[in-house]
């Protein structure tokens, strides 16, 4: 199983939005409505942002919001703070019923 | 409030084995599917194994199959990895973390728990 694929860095000023693309196989990301991503600060545990694609666990901010089109799912962090400067990582169920992390992406907030 | 617990990482010479242990609290763990996830240092997040709620059906990610085995004792509220024939390339932070509501052999609906990870080091 092929990670997904995700870009490697993403940058944006404070308060514009930025997307995280996040690229995997009719087998993964476009089998199923089970995408999840992650937010992970320097020496923390990995935070839960959005699951199934576009929800929102109670206690994330609403700037956070995902979506999925084909093979392909996005995250899109609008009003960009200094707070949201970290590594993202997607991941998504498969066919085979293992999951698979995409290579992260870390976003630099100028 | 729920808690993860790992333990059992440590340094270990290549060849040998070692068994990852996750002590779960505040939920219902005989009820959902749990995970071992690791990151090597520097590296990004890589998925290892699933079990399902009841121990019975069990996935790993193709890099470990055959070397890492995953297991539950739900009486103990314990979660297992083990993990034999150790290479330099497993050292790495081993996170054990709770499917949001998935039992584990249908669906995972993200991580809503994480413990805090313990470090094995494969080194002579």
Redesign the interface.
């Given at each position: 199983q092929s990670a997904l694929t995700q870009p490697a860095s993403v940058s944006g000023s404070p308060g514009q939005s930025i997307t995280i693309s996040c690229t995997g196989t009719s087998s993964d990301v476009g089998a199923y409505n089970y995408v999840s991503w992650y937010q992970q600060h320097p020496g923390k545990v990995p935070k839960l942002i959005i699951y199934d694609v576009t929800y929102r666990p109670s206690g994330v901010s609403n700037r956070f919001s995902g979506s999925k089109s084909g093979n392909t799912a996005s995250l899109t962090i609008s009003g960009l703070q200094a707070e949201d400067e970290a590594d993202y990582y997607c991941s998504s169920f498969t066919r085979s019923r293992t999951l698979v992390f995409g290579g992260g992406t870390r976003l630099t907030v100028l | 409030q729920v808690q993860l617990v790992e333990s059992g990482g440590g340094v270990v010479q290549p060849g040998r084995s070692l068994r990852l242990s996750c002590a779960a609290s505040g939920f219902d763990f005989s009820t959902f599917g749990m995970?071992w996830?690791r990151q090597a240092p520097g590296k990004?997040?890589?998925?290892v194994a699933?079990v399902s709620y009841v121990g019975f059906?069990k996935?790993?990610?193709?890099s470990v199959k055959g070397r890492f085995t995953i297991s539950r004792d739900n009486s103990k509220n314990t979660l297992y990895l083990q993990i034999d024939s150790l290479r330099a390339e497993d050292t790495a932070v081993y996170?054990c973390a709770k499917d949001?509501v998935c039992s584990g052999?249908?669906?995972?609906?993200?991580?809503?728990y994480?413990?805090?990870?313990t470090l094995v080091t494969v080194s002579s």
């Open positions: - | 995970h996830v990004g997040l890589e998925w699933v059906d996935y790993y990610a193709e996170y949001r052999n249908s669906c995972s609906s993200g991580f809503d994480w413990g805090q990870g």
